[in-house]
C-alpha cells in the first residue's frame, strides 16, 4: 500500500499544483489561461490513470479516478465560461451534444478497464449537472440529458462493480483458508 501511494505521488502533486494554478485563473476570470491548466492537469491525470490504473480501490478512487473525472468536467464547465454568449442557440446546442461525452468517456473506463471508480465519479458528477440545469432552466434538455446520463453510468457501474466485489470476497476467502486442509487432522492441528 505505501509503494503504491508514493508510486502516485508525483502525479498527484502536479495535479495539486495545476488545480491551484486553475481556480486561481478562474476566480480572476482568466478563463482562457484556467483551460489552458485544466488540459494541462488532464493530461497529468490521464498519463497517472493509464500508468496505475490496478492500484487498490483505497488509492485509486481519491487519487486517480476522482481528480481525473472532475477535471474532464471542468474543462467542459470552464470551456462553457469562455463563450461570449453562453444562452446564443449555437452554444445551447453544443453543450445538449457534449454533455453526451461523459457518457461516452465514463463507459469507455467502465467497458475497457471495468473500472467502476471511474463510472461513480463521473456518474455523481452528471447528476450534479443534472441538479443544477434544473435549477437554471425547468424547460430545458440538458438537464434530462445529464440525469439520462447519470442513471446509465450509475446501472454500468454496478454492473461491474458487484462481481468485483463478490471477486475480492471470494479471494479473502481463500487467502485466509488453511493451505493444507487434508493434513491437517493428520499433524494433530485439528
Known amino acids: 500500500m505505501v509503494n503504491a501511494a508514493a508510486g502516485v505521488g508525483s502525479h498527484f502533486i502536479l495535479n495539486n499544483l495545476f488545480?491551484?494554478?486553475f481556480v486561481m485563473l478562474f476566480v480572476r476570470s482568466h478563463f482562457i489561461w484556467a483551460e489552458l491548466i485544466v488540459i494541462l492537469n488532464f493530461f497529468n491525470l490521464s498519463s497517472l490513470y493509464f500508468r496505475h490504473n490496478k492500484y487498490p480501490r483505497t488509492i485509486h478512487l481519491p487519487v486517480v479516478?476522482?481528480?481525473l473525472a472532475w477535471t474532464f468536467v471542468a474543462i467542459y464547465w470552464n470551456g462553457a465560461l469562455m463563450i461570449r454568449h453562453p444562452?446564443?442557440?449555437?452554444?445551447r446546442i453544443f453543450g445538449n451534444i457534449f454533455i453526451?461525452?461523459?457518457?461516452?468517456?465514463?463507459?469507455?473506463?467502465i467497458v475497457v478497464y471495468k473500472d467502476y471508480t471511474m463510472g461513480f465519479c463521473l456518474s455523481v458528477l452528471a447528476a450534479a449537472i443534472g441538479v443544477a440545469q434544473f435549477l437554471n432552466q425547468v424547460i430545458a434538455l440538458q438537464w434530462i440529458f445529464a440525469f439520462t446520463i447519470m442513471a446509465a453510468l450509475f446501472v454500468a457501474t454496478v454492473v461491474v462493480a458487484l462481481p468485483a466485489v463478490q471477486n475480492r470476497g471470494q479471494a479473502e476467502a481463500a487467502a485466509?483458508?488453511?493451505?493444507?486442509?487434508?493434513?491437517?487432522?493428520l499433524l494433530g492441528d485439528g
Do not use: C, K, M, N
Not at 100 to 109: A, E, R
Not at 176 to 185: G, I
Open 176 to 185: 485466509t483458508a488453511p493451505a493444507d486442509q487434508e493434513r491437517a487432522p
Open 100 to 109: 453526451w461525452s461523459i457518457l461516452v468517456y465514463g463507459g469507455f473506463f
Open 87 to 91: 444562452d446564443h442557440i449555437v452554444a
Open 65 to 67: 479516478s476522482g481528480p
Open 19 to 21: 488545480h491551484f494554478a
